[in-house]
Nanobody, 124 residues
């Protein structure tokens, strides 16, 4: 069973950037599709980005398309989410997730393992 630990969240001004990291342990990193989701207060958890096992295929949610980049480093068992031009509406807890399925998915229910989340707060 894989454990996921996110880091890199914090307080940033609107227009700023952050890079989130998620380190996976306890499993074979290369066998998991990795994703990022976020949940704002009072809202449902929503898809942000996902990356295939090897990293060739990447999907992005509408909310951060064009402002975010997902990547993975197999040597470090880490998946990253670079976020730019941040807006106050990007404020949320950001979660890393791992899926044992073959294909990249945007569906929350396709992910089997979840991290505890890291808070991102964007001030106006």
């Amino acid at each position: 069973q894989v454990q996921l630990v996110e880091s890199g969240g914090g307080l940033v001004q609107a227009g700023g950037s952050l890079r989130l990291s998620c380190v996976a342990s306890g499993g074979t990193f290369s066998t998991y599709v990795m994703g990022w989701f976020r949940q704002a207060p009072g809202k449902e958890r929503e898809f942000v980005a996902a990356i295939s096992r090897i990293g060739y295929t990447k999907y992005y949610g509408d909310s951060m398309k064009g402002r975010s980049t997902i990547s993975r480093d197999g040597a470090k068992n880490t998946v990253y989410l670079e976020m730019n031009s941040l807006k106050p509406e990007d404020t949320a807890v950001y979660y890393c997730a791992a899926s044992i399925r073959l294909g990249v998915s945007k569906k929350l229910t396709d992910y089997d393992y979840w991290g505890q989340g890291t808070q991102v707060t964007v001030s106006s």
